[in-house]
């Protein structure tokens, strides 16, 4: 079974995966791998090797270092300016609410920390 770390790389794998537009069987052709090593590494349940992560990098065009974060740094900016631009357009009894809901997402996150 696979670790935490694990998960998260396959998270990350099927992310630039799927945002390259390509199946799990045709990254496994072109990675010359079973599709099968694909899928299980996307979902945490096998440790993909660093080679195979290194080829994988290479066909995705994906720099190795961004499988080990969780979010692309660039993605983050522009998650805060959509945030920031639909709140523009809320209420203020809309801005309490998610307030409220915002506050009490990351009390309870900081909680399982």
């Known amino acids: 079974m696979g670790t935490n770390l694990d998960k998260q790389i396959g998270a990350r794998l099927r992310h630039f995966r799927t945002k390259a537009g390509l199946t799990q069987a045709q990254l496994a052709e072109i990675a010359c791998c079973e599709t099968s090593t694909i899928a299980h590494s996307e979902i945490g349940k096998n440790r993909i090797s660093l080679t195979l992560l290194s080829k994988i990098s290479e066909i995705l065009q994906v720099e190795l270092y961004k499988f080990f974060i969780p979010r ?14 639909l709140l523009k357009t809320a209420s203020k009894n809309q801005l309490g609410l998610i307030y409220d809901t915002i506050s009490n997402i990351l009390d309870l996150t900081n909680i399982e920390k």
């Open 72 to 85: 692309d740094p660039e993605s983050d900016e522009k998650t805060l300016k959509s945030i920031n631009d």
